[in-house]
């Protein structure tokens, strides 16, 4: 299976072996699809996207369901960048306005706000947790 998000607010589930047709295509964004990420533990079967509109998003492969579509005042700028923590229990977001957000992917609330006062300059483009 491959992955794709767009511009457009979409994200689309690809079966390479099909060639050109998609096999799903999930479209809960209203503006662009900055970043998408298997969940690390979930054996391949559910996906994160994260988008422009200031949300972010659960899906499951196999069905193309979004089991969650997540919105919080604590984010105030556009989703730049985002990251699943390899225990799948966090999220990493950056946001355009240079600011982070960690979020506690269970409760689907923001447990920490980064770089709010002090932080980039410019949009967070890219972001990546660790152990």
């Not at 994260?50 to 369901?65: L, Q, V």
């Not at 980064?114 to 980039?120: D, P, Q, Y």
Request: with cysteine; proline share 3%.
């Amino acid at each position: 299976v491959v992955l794709t998000a767009s511009s457009d607010g979409s994200a689309k589930v690809w079966n390479p072996s099909a060639q050109s047709t998609a096999l799903r295509t999930i479209a809960v964004h209203s503006a662009a699809v900055t970043a998408l990420q298997v969940h690390p533990v979930s054996n391949g079967s559910y996906f994160m996207t994260a988008s422009e509109d200031h949300t972010w998003a659960f899906h499951n492969i196999e069905s193309g369901a979004t089991l969650a579509h997540v919105r919080s005042p604590k984010v105030a700028s556009a989703i730049s960048s985002a990251h699943l923590h390899p225990d799948s229990l966090l999220m990493a977001s950056g946001c355009s306005d240079g600011s982070v957000a960690i979020w506690d992917i269970r409760n689907q609330t923001v447990a920490a706000a980064l770089g709010t006062v002090g932080g980039h300059v410019g949009g967070v483009r890219s972001i990546r947790c660790s152990e």
